[in-house]
């Protein structure tokens, strides 16, 4: 009785304290209950941007005096209820969401530690570094600092107005979640040493709206030097059938939309309303509406100029998206998933290019129909702006491009249901958190889980995902090699390349 009411309080313990000093103060973390891993939360990387930091770029913090705790997470930003997969474990939403959380391995390595600088997804409307399945802890064990941020999101970070423009010194208003972005990676500059990482040796990486943002730092140069390697997951911060917003659009957007919900253009009438009228105010319109803008700062120029004229970051890469990005619902609408109405349909939407269409998405009976429907869905959400992001690397970069296809399918836990590896359904086998989703999860998952963290730590620490034991993964060179993430692993020639060459002749 003694030795189990021991081994009762050893769990209820709470974990272990430990401090650390940075250049705005001291630190207070915990160390995990097996003592390999060191945490801390909420730490801020500029200071609140509220009040009459509202829509400006990110500031200094303030340093602070004693011991801060670091054991919990910050407020994630504004947001709607937007997503229904997304769990949060945080106090909330807050103007104040500028905090970052860093998760590292306790062992002392001989030299400083490879850095992972996380940046979450949701159309950059939603989000946060909360999320269970984006838990450091696992990943760090790899022998890799992980990093997760904050940033501003919706009106909060992407809003522009003339008025904003005139007031900010560069001429060029919005994108200020990009620039919070920028100010956490120089947080890391400055920080990560004194938590044994190495500042020469960052990696960027993230999903969807995470994975926008990651091409988006490649492209930018006010984020150059600060980090050193990339991953994307599912996004890229190219045009898909529609082009991205100039300054004088997105300033339109964002004029049209303060004078409908606050009669005003004025700056100070509109960093004074609360911050909860203005999130009620911006989710009443269409979705996205404050995202995607080429400002003349953060981006001097659309992002497909300056990849083509190789100014962006010259950094290894290793980006590619999921089988199942897309689903045949969206295609069809209300219409039966037939092979005529996928045909009818098609007719009607691409008229003369209908035929190239039927063509490169074939399909000869309803169940190839709504196979092609999902694929061409797919790659118009978010894997034909990925593919512009990896090629134009692969063309420009002068660096090595690795890309992938993540194939492994979720559980199925109804009957009769399909099988898919859906938009986001990465981000748990990436981090090795598959245990913050109750599914049926099997050998294979967990295999492909190990692969895939292994991959993205191996990457982290040199450039190169391949290692001893691991499939081989080519560059994506000439030979257009892409890696299947399977149970089974597998390196083929890129099969749809011609999909993608006809997306780009469709959007000029």
Known sequence: LFAVSFVAALQ???????????????????????????????????????????????QPVAPW??????????????????FSDMVFHDPGPSEDCLYLNLWIPETAPA????????????????????????DGSALCRHGVIVVSLNYRLGVFGFLALPGLTKDSGHDASGNYGLMDQIAALRWVQRNIAAFGGDPDNVTIF???????????????????????????????????????????????????????????????????VPARRLLDASLKQPRPSF????????????????FAAGTQAHVPLLAGWNRDEGNWRGYFGRRRPTLANYTSIARKRFGTDADDFLRLYHATTDAE??????????????????????????RTGGAPVYRYEFDQTLPVTRPGAEAVAPHASDIEYVFQMLSSRRLPWRPDDRRVSDLMATYWTNFAKTGNPNGPGLPE????????????????????????????????QMTR
């Open 65 to 82: 005096a004693g011991i801060r705790d670091a054991t919990r997470f910050g407020p994630r930003p504004m947001q709607g209820r937007i």
């Open 111 to 134: 030299r400083k530690l490879p850095v992972m600088v996380w940046i979450f997804g949701g159309g950059f409307v939603a989000g946060s570094t909360s999320e269970a399945r984006q």
């Open 12 to 58: 209820a313990a709470p974990p272990r304290r430990v401090q650390q000093q940075i250049a705005d103060g001291v630190l207070e973390g915990t160390i995990s209950t097996d003592g390999q891993v060191r945490s801390f939360k909420g730490v801020p990387y500029a200071a609140p941007p509220v009040g009459a930091l509202r829509w400006r770029p990110p």
């Open 369 to 394: 129909a709504r196979r092609a429907a999902a694929d061409y869905q797919g790659d118009t959400f978010i894997a034909y702006r990925t593919w512009q992001w990896v090629d134009w690397q692969r």
């Open 291 to 306: 995202t995607r803008e080429i400002d003349g700062y953060v981006l001097p120029e659309d992002t497909r100029a300056i």
């Open 206 to 272: 993230g999903e969807s709206a995470g994975a926008i943002s990651v091409s988006a730092l490649v492209a930018s140069p006010l984020a150059r030097g600060l980090f050193q390697k990339a991953i994307g997951e599912s996004g890229g911060y190219f045009r898909d059938l529609e082009p991205l917003h100039s300054l004088g659009e997105a300033e339109a957007v964002g004029t049209k939309f303060v004078q409908a919900a606050f009669n005003t253009t004025s700056l100070s009438a509109l960093r004074a």
């Open 473 to 504: 993964w080519p560059v994506y060179d000439d030979r257009l090699q892409v890696m299947h993430l399977q149970p089974r692993p597998f390196a083929a020639p890129d099969a749809h390349r011609d999909r993608y060459l006809w997306l780009d």
